[in-house]
């Protein structure tokens, strides 16, 4: 079976407790929100390891239940300056 490279765009966010405390970063994968690509790290560079190992698991569980995977055409991945999570299955 040949490899797939999917690209995703992500949204990382600081985020506060219920007092507006900082109290971290909040991540997610607007593509896969809804399929539980969402997540948080104490620091910005944690959020973001801890997205792509998020995205990676969704991703291989859609591809395990023969789901669609939603992609961006390659001409907007050139274009954005957005972070971004790439997962080859």
């Known amino acids: 079976m040949a490899m797939k490279t999917y690209n995703f765009k992500v949204v990382i966010e600081p985020d506060e407790d219920f007092d507006g405390n900082p ?3 909040h991540v997610y994968c607007p593509a896969l929100e809804r399929l539980g690509g969402s997540t948080w790290g104490e620091t910005r560079d944690e959020a973001f390891k801890n997205i792509n190992e998020v995205v990676r698991m969704v991703v291989e569980s859609m591809l395990e239940h023969h ?3 939603p992609e961006e055409s390659s001409d907007q991945v050139e274009a954005t300056v957005e972070p971004r999570v790439a997962v080859t299955v």
Do not use: K, R, Y
Request: net charge negative; glycine share 16%; hydrophobic share 35%.
């Open 23 to 25: 109290s971290g970063w």
């Open 67 to 69: 789901e669609h995977i």
